[in-house]
Nanobody, 120 residues
Framework: QVQLVESGGGLVQPGGSLRLSCTASGRIFSINDMGWYRQAPGKQRELVAAISSKGNTNYADSVKGRFTISRDNAKNTVTLQMNSLKPEDTAVYYC??????????????WGQGTQVTVSS
């Protein structure tokens, strides 16, 4: 089995910062792309940032210059550093990973979600 465990959400004021972390564990052979998605009330889930196994990154236009995604392949961890937070960043953030298990099966896995609230 594979699990993704997230941490780092919370309440911050506009202009503040948060760091989200997600660690994958279980019968993992390799991890390809990892990313962060978010979903606000009444809206569809959207991609915030993604990173390949070699470190290539992709960001939503709304977060470019403010958020940074990184990963530690040895620890199966992906991190999202969020700076200059805005109220519109408020959402539940979900970790995502494309994983090949030890049995040779590939699948998409999701974290449980962590709430990020930006409010004064």
């Amino acid at each position: 089995q594979v699990q993704l465990v997230e941490s780092g959400g919370g309440l911050v004021q506009p202009g503040g910062s948060l760091r989200l972390s997600c660690t994958a564990s279980g019968r993992i052979f390799s991890i390809n792309d990892m990313g962060w998605y978010r979903q606000a009330p009444g809206k569809q889930r959207e991609l915030v940032a993604a990173i390949s196994s070699k470190g290539n990154t992709n960001y939503a236009d709304s977060v470019k210059g403010r958020f940074t995604i990184s990963r530690d392949n040895a620890k199966n961890t992906v991190t999202l550093q969020m700076n200059s937070l805005k109220p519109e960043d408020t959402a539940v953030y979900y970790c995502n990973a494309a994983i090949i298990t030890n049995w040779g099966r590939r699948g998409e896995y999701w974290g449980q979600g962590t709430q990020v609230t930006v409010s004064s």
